[in-house]
């Protein structure tokens, strides 16, 4: 059964960087797409970035292109989400998804195996 825990999150000022930490457990295989989505209260949960575990294939939301990157472990079954230069309207609670795939989802809807999720709160 594969599990996602999330890590990272946190308080940081505007303009701050934080990097957030997603482990998996329980892959069987190499074919998988794993996506951040966050949420912010009142408001729909929205993808920011996808990763392919096999390859270097990646997909960001405009309103992150530029600010985050996605990146992956495969040594440690872990994915990453280097964010920088953050805004207030980045304050949501952020979850990793991942899907068995060989594409790469962008829609919520895709994803059946979810994590916790970790608060990242940018003041201003």
């Known amino acids: 059964q594969v599990q996602l825990v999330e890590s990272g999150g946190g308080l940081v000022q505007a303009g701050g960087s934080l990097r957030l930490s997603c482990a998996a457990s329980?892959?069987?295989?190499?074919?998988?797409?794993l996506g951040w989505f966050r949420q912010a209260p009142g408001k729909e949960r929205e993808f920011a970035a996808a990763?392919?575990?096999?390859?270097?294939?990646?997909y960001y939301a405009d309103s992150v292109k530029g600010r985050f990157t996605i990146s992956r472990d495969n040594a440690k079954n872990t994915v990453y989400l280097q964010m920088n230069d953050l805004k207030a309207e980045d304050t949501a609670v952020y979850y990793c998804?991942?899907?068995?795939?060989?594409?790469?989802?962008?829609?919520?809807?895709?994803?059946?195996?979810w994590g916790l999720g970790t608060q990242v709160t940018v003041s201003s």
């Open positions: 329980g892959l069987t295989g190499r074919f998988y797409a």
């Open positions: 998804a991942i899907q068995a795939t060989f594409k790469l989802p962008v829609r919520a809807s895709e994803y059946t195996v």
């Open positions: 990763i392919r575990w096999s390859s270097s294939s990646t």
